[in-house]
Every structure is written in structure tokens, then in C-alpha cells.
């Protein structure tokens, strides 16, 4: 089995008002081998944000089942899953998420003091993984004291403090410049190349050449797919932008 297997998932959203019910996911189906890069792709209101949601355990699925390394989600204990999700799930948000009165060293510790980490441990794993993100001397620093690059480094040596089995990652360079989302795509890069299994949701064709591989969702279906095997970095976001002028009529 896959490390990630994701079978006839359907996600419905029902209102209090008793009306029908707005389908977000419907009949999803894929796998993901473990030390991939993924990223998924569609326009706002496709199901990207759902399944991301789906994957994280933040939603359950209304049918259908997601297994990692062959459990399922859904057999997570309620008591277990905020547990589950410090430890097996790394998250890279768009707007960072940071605390702003806890300095960079406090906020990329935070999930191994919730985990009740001993203080040499947590220790011992902070400054390197912070000389490897090029952030170890802004450790003292809070984050209005830093620049939007370097607070999303923060973002992510936190979400690999843990050694999590899946980083899992919404518009990352959404609020990045040029130069910044490339350093982060870059990132990205390094640590899959080291085996760290990636799930990203983004717009963006630039951040997804990075990927291995690229799912296309629209109306809540994952309608097409792109891997990129041997293709270069520029070859291979050609290849994703025909994709989605195609799809969207404009392309020949």
C-alpha cells in the first residue's frame, strides 16, 4: 500500500436550515508514495482547501476513507487526533501563523513544549535545524521584528521540529515576494530531496514546477495530472500553465 491512499472520498457540507447540501469533494482518488512532492491546483471554490482539510484531520469526510502508511483517519479517537497532528503533521500556512509575544526560538519549539519535550532535547534540535534554514541568528528576534521570508522560515522549521511523517503546506508563498517564495520553493526542494513527504495546496504554476507531481481539481473532482520526472524547473511549469489554459478553454 501507498503511503497516502485517498479512496472515494466525498465531502458534503450541509446548512441548518435543513436545504441540499453543497458538495466540496466528490469520488477523490489518489495515492502518494512516500518522500513525494505533490502539489494540488485549482481556481478558489475547486476542493482544494477541503481535501488539505480533509488530509490535516481539521474535517471528516462525509464518504470514502484516507489511509496513512494503511490507517485510516477516521480511526483516530477524538481524544488522539490533536496528538496525532502535533507529531505526524508539519503545517505551512500563507499567513505564517506565528505567536507575535513568543520570539522565533519559543514559536519554532512550540509543538515539543506542548508534546512536554525535556528542555535538552528541545534544545539540542533547534539550532541546527535553524543554521540549516539560514535563520540561527534571529533566534531571539519576535516576529514583527522580521521579514515576511524570514518569518515563513520560522513557519517551517517549526513545522519540522517534530520530524513529522507529512508536511502538509496552504499557499506558502501566497504572502512572498518573488525572491522570498523562491528561497522557500528552494527549501522545499532540499528537504524532499532528504525524503520529507510534501502536500501543497497553491495558484501558483512556479511554486508547483517544484513538485514531483501536479493534481488539478476543479468542482470538487481531481480531473487531471502532471508528473514532472526528468523535466526541468522551467519545462515542467510550461507544461503545468498549457495545462491550465487547456482547461480553462483559453489553450489550443
Known sequence: MSFIEVSNLKKVYTSRIGTKGTEALQQVDFSVEKGEFISIMGESGSGKTTLLNLLSTLDTPT????YLEGKSLSDIK???????RREQLGFVFQDFNLLDNFNLKD???LPLVLAKTPVKEMEASVL???????????LDKYPYEVSGGQK??????????????LILADEPTG???????????????????LGQTIIMVTHS??????????????????????????QTEEAF???????ILVSSGRGE
Open 63 to 66: 464518504e470514502g476513507a484516507i
Open 152 to 165: 515563513q522560515r520560522v513557519a517551517v522549521a517549526r513545522a519540522l521540529i517534530t520530524k513529522p511523517k
Open 107 to 109: 514559536n519554532i519549539l
Open 175 to 193: 504572502a512572498l515576494d518573488s525572491r522570498s517564495s523562491q528561497n522557500l520553493l528552494e527549501i522545499f526542494k532540499d528537504i524532499n530531496r
Open 78 to 84: 477524538d481524544k488522539h487526533v490533536s496528538k496525532f
Open 128 to 138: 541546527p535545524l535553524a543554521k540549516s534554514l539560514g535563520i540561527d541568528a534571529l
Open 237 to 243: 511549469m510550461e507544461k503545468i500553465t498549457q495545462s
Open 205 to 230: 504554476a512556479r511554486a508547483s514546477s517544484y513538485s514531483n507531481r501536479v493534481l488539478f481539481i476543479r468542482d470538487g473532482k481531481v480531473y487531471h495530472e502532471l508528473y514532472r520526472g526528468e
